[in-house]
Structure formats: structure tokens, C-alpha cells
């Protein structure tokens, strides 16, 4: 992809009381009077086919947006026409598809969702897969898989929300998810199916059922939400996000990070504070005209890291708005976020 950039030098401060070194990163543009449709787009995922980067953002039907250049975009339709009949059925009240997670594996695009209703935890996560991002493509048509992982107050300690698939280094398949209550959890996903290695009827009996294992918590009253994991020379990072999203810009939604030599944990921050007992560094706090970072992504387009994430917008009645930041990384390996592209 082209496009037109320059260079400035970003200078972080006070991350766990330490000086950053300075990254060169590239500069924002003016806001572009054409940049599309950006407002209204919470818990954004992205991934690129060939020239184009897609984001999937929550919504009834999941929405879709595609850009050529990571600044100009278009609405390029949904995955569902609606909420998916089963998960309505499961989760009685809910009103849209939260959290999409896109992906590639198996020769297909797989999007993981979340269907829940707020403060709760009977929550589901699906599965939706196609062949191809492209809507003018030959065989372009999104298949439900269904249920994937389900919880249910009084029987799980954790959250079906907020999916994300990473991979180890052995080429394993690990879907992390979760919210309050047990924090952040994670299973093994055949990479066949994109369903866990064990049967999902499984998860009706708790006797029977995996244990997920548990990669981030804060105390009950400390939210924690919206992982991410992406590796990096050698080691994972989970991105997480502290505290209260969707309140506009009372949101005090913050991204949080820590790193663990294993996709599977443990995960510390970067004073060493396991990220089980409520460590994690700031990435980006909510300030100005941006309030309440968080839910985001990584993806990897015109040869650079880019963090996707919504902020909540002061000068537009508070609307949640997609945000591409450049990613950089300290000489230690730290991620650090630039300026909104647009």
C-alpha cells in the first residue's frame, strides 16, 4: 500500500516511573474530510487480504469496513443479517454481536463473537468462517459454526467474551477470552475446526469440561477485558483493558500490557508484576479529545505495526471512533503508540 507519511519523534514518559527512549514514528495527517465511516465502531479486528485492510467491529450483524490505504474507508457490508438464532436462544436479552476476532488458519478467514448482555455472564462465543474478505469474490458467503464456549453464572468462573486466537510456536492454536470475575482464560482450538480439542458438548458438564487456563486478573471491583495476544521476536505479548468502557467520555477504558516467553503465560508486566495479580503497563491512557482506549488489535500493514482500537471522541459527543495508531517497540522490547493516523 502506498501512502504519503513523514517522520516525527514520539517521546513517552512516566510508564512505571521510567523514561522511554525516544522511537521515530510516522506523523498523523490532517484529519482527511473523507476519511469515511469511522464513528460509531467499538471492539475493532483487522487483517489484511492482499491490498486491503478489513475491520470487523460489533454490532447486530457485525459490520465490515475495508480501506486501500488504512485512512480512506467504506462500509463493505456484515457478516450476519442479525444475531445468530442459537445464541439469541442462549443468552436471552442480548442485542448485538460483541467483539469480533478476525483471523486465518486453516485456508479460511475465521471470526470468533461474543454474544452477551451487559454486567452478566451468560455469554457465548461462536465461530463464523468464509474463503475470501472480498465481497466481489466467487464464493464469498459467510458460514456459522456455532457455539464454541459457553459460561453460565454459578458454574464458570469466567466470562465468554471477547475472543481472540493466537498461535505458539508450535504452530498450536489458542483462543484467550474473558472479563471480570476469573479475568482472562484460555483454550486449546483444533486447528482443523476452529472449535476447542474437546467435544463442546463438553462444557455442558462441568466434570467434563477443560479448564481454561488463566493468563491476567484484577480484584472484582477492577475491571479487565479485551485481550490480544501478538508475538514478537520471540516472546507474546497480551494486551489487555483495564477498567470501564461505553460511557462516552466518562470511559475510562485504558490499554494495558504484559509479556511472556510462552503463549500460555505467565504474563508480567514490565516491573516484573505477574499479570495474574494485576500487573500491566500502560500502552495508551484516555486524555484530551480521546477518552477510554481500548478493546484493541494488532495488525502488521504497509510494513509496519499499527494498534486498532476505538476511542471515545470529546469533540463528537462522546462517539466511540476507530483509531489506527503506529506500534513501536523500545530497544527493550516494549510496545509504545503513536499519534491517530486520521
Known sequence: MARRSRSVTLRV????????????VPAPPSTPADVGPVAGVTDPSAITQGDTTYVFSSGPGIAIRASDDLTHWREVGQVFDAIPAWARAKVPGATSVWAPDVSFAGGEYRVYYAVSTFGSRRSVIGLAVNTTLDPAAPGYHWVDRGEVVESRPGRDNFNAIDPNIATDALG?????????????????????????????????????????????????????EAPFIVSRNGLNYLFVSFDVCCRGVDSTYK????????????????????????????????SGRWRGPGS????????????????????????????????????????????PLF
Not at 13 to 24: F, I, K, N, T, W
Not at 273 to 282: A, E, F, L, Q, S
Open 13 to 24: 514518559e512516566a510508564v512505571e516511573g521510567r523514561l522511554l527512549p525516544s522511537a521515530s
Open 172 to 224: 498450536n492454536l489458542w483462543l484467550t477470552f474473558g472479563s471480570l470475575w476469573g479475568g482472562i482464560k484460555q483454550l486449546r482450538i483444533d486447528p482443523a475446526t476452529g472449535l476447542p480439542l474437546a467435544s463442546t458438548a463438553a462444557f455442558a458438564a462441568p466434570s467434563r469440561a477443560p479448564k481454561p487456563l488463566a493468563l491476567a486478573a484484577r480484584p472484582r471491583s477492577q475491571p479487565i
Open 255 to 286: 490499554i494495558m500490557v504484559g509479556r511472556s516467553a510462552s503463549v500460555n503465560g505467565p504474563y508480567v508486566d514490565r516491573s516484573g508484576r505477574p499479570m495474574t495479580r494485576g500487573g500491566g503497563t500502560p500502552v495508551l491512557v484516555g
Open 296 to 339: 484493541n488489535g494488532v495488525v502488521t500493514a504497509d510494513g509496519r505495526d499499527w494498534l486498532v482500537l476505538h476511542a471515545y471522541d470529546a469533540l463528537n459527543g462522546g462517539a466511540p471512533t476507530l483509531q489506527f495508531r503506529p506500534l513501536v517497540w523500545t530497544p527493550d522490547g516494549w510496545p509504545v503508540a503513536g499519534d
